[in-house]
C-alpha cells in the first residue's frame, strides 16, 4: 500500500476546485429481485441514463449529483396451485383453487433516480485515471406496468364436506382464464446504494471519457406485503407482485456504463491524469 500511494504521489499535480458536467449510458441485468412461493423470476436487460455535476473540492476528491432515468423488466411464471378459503353464495364453506399453468406475467417499470455521493480520482498513466463512486440514490417510479404474456389460471372450487370440486362454472367463478389483463404495479418513493469503477481518459483540455462498471442495492422491502391471492374469485386480477406470492423484495441493477464529462472551470482533469 505504501508503494501504491508513493506511485501516485508521483503523478499527480496540485488540482484547484473544479466544476464539472458529465453524463453516462449504461445497461446490464436490472430487477425488483423478489423471494417468491413456488414462482420463478427472470431478469431482463435494463437501460440506465444519467446527467449530472461534479465538484472536485480537492486534488483527487469531489461531489456529485444528477438525475437520471432506469428501466427494468422481470418476468415472473407460475405453475402450481394456491388454495384459499372461501364461503359460496348459499353459506357453505369451501376452498378455492387457482391452478397456474405457466402463467407469465412480464414488469415493465421506469424510475427517475437522483443520486448523490463522492467521488475520487488517481491516475497512472499519462492521460489515464481510475475513477470511482459511492452514495445514495433517490428512486421516483414514473412508469410501472405489467401486462400477461402467457399461460392459463383454471380456478375451481373444492367442498371438503363432500370430497367434490367444480369446474366450468363461470356463473360461480370457476373457469379457465387465457387472457390477463395489464395494470399498474404500485410503487412508492424509496432509496438505494449505488457504486462504480472504471477507467477515466482525457481525450481534450475539456473533454475525459470514461468506462465504468456500477451496482445499484435497494435494501428496503419496496413491494408492501399482501395475503391477496393473484386471481380471487371474483373476477379481480391483483398482479402477482401485489398477491400473497411475494415474500420480500429489494432492488437490485448491475451493467457497464460509458460516459464523458466536460470541464467548467480553470483546469481539467490532465491536473489528475497528466504525469509531471
Known sequence: MCCIGTFLSINIQAQEKGHYLFFSAGMGPEAIKCQMKNGNEVEDVG?????????FFCQ????ETGL????????MTLSDMAGYPA?????????YRNYFNGWQEKQNVTLLSVP??????FPFYDHLGVTASTGLKLLLPFSTMYTI?????????YYNSTSVELINQPQNGFTTINQGPSGKISLGLSYACYADIGIVCQLTPIVSMNVSTYLDYGPSNWISSSTKPVYQVDGTYNGIMHSDRIKS???LNYGV???????????FYRCHCTRD
Do not use: M, P
Request: aromatic letters at 16%; charged letters at 15%.
Open 116 to 121: 448523490v455521493g463522492i467521488r475520487c480520482l
Open 149 to 157: 404474456t402467457d399461460g392459463s389460471i383454471t380456478t375451481t372450487g
Open 68 to 75: 437520471g432515468i432506469q428501466t427494468f423488466r422481470t418476468q
Open 87 to 95: 364461503i359460496d353464495k348459499s353459506g357453505a364453506t369451501y376452498e
Open 47 to 55: 437501460y440506465t441514463l444519467t446527467a449530472g455535476y461534479d465538484y
Open 257 to 267: 456504463k460509458f460516459g464523458l464529462s466536460w470541464y467548467l472551470g480553470d483546469r
Open 60 to 63: 483527487n476528491w469531489g461531489v
Open 249 to 251: 423484495s429489494h432492488f
